[in-house]
């Protein structure tokens, strides 16, 4: 069973998650709209298709290229420009994601990333390095959601 195996955030005991690239437990039927978790993608050889109607199943997420849902967006933005501190973790600000910080109003952004990057001057706070161990000294108590 993979059901949520890939939803790290929520593994990780995250809430109030927003999936802006999708979520690859909610493939879709693009013709009928019925929906399909990863462990129907997974089982089915060599390619899923849907059950009801035999049209090829849709990742649950945006592939390259393809536009992001803009109520996502707009929920993401709404958050992200009403927050007191903005944590960019595993990406630049100059990323499509990391560049949503320029909704932000709030104090602090606090960045940490693998590698630094010309647009991190932008940040109040960064650390470099080891992400999963930045995280881990920075949250010592945060535990596996399992
Ligand atoms: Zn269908």
Redesign the pocket.
Known sequence: MTSGFFDLSKRAGCHNVIHLYGNIDRNF?P????IYDADYILTHKPLPL??????LIHPGIALSGEMLDRRTMNRAIELISSADILLVVGTDLQSRLGSMAKYFTGDRICLINATDHYSDEAADCVCIGNIAKIMHEAYPVARSAG
Not at 31 to 34: E, K, L
Not at 50 to 55: D, I, V
Request: contains cysteine; charged residues 25%.
């Open positions: 039927c013709h009928c709209g019925r849907c059950e009801k109607c035999g049209t």
